[in-house]
């Protein structure tokens, strides 16, 4: 079931950077509102970057020849 469970994370950590794309750009709301959005931005890029590095390092365990050296 661990292993499993690694590979789901690693899934589904890909599909979350992929949210990025979809974060609100602040068009039309006030300084408040933008700050707020802005902030909630930055939390999902934090999400989303330990997300990524959590799915590496299991990479690394699991599947070592699927990551590529250097990149």
Request: glycine residues 6%; charged residues 30%; aromatic residues 12%.
């Amino acid at each position: 079931f661990k292993k499993a469970y690694e590979y789901a994370f690693i899934n589904q950590a890909f599909i979350t950077s992929m949210g990025v794309l979809m974060l609100s750009t602040g068009e039309g709301m006030s300084e408040k509102e933008n700050s707020i959005q802005e902030a909630r931005n930055e939390k999902y890029f934090l999400r989303v970057k330990f997300a990524l590095e959590d799915a590496v390092k299991m990479l690394e365990k699991n599947q070592p020849d699927w990551l590529v050296e250097g990149a």
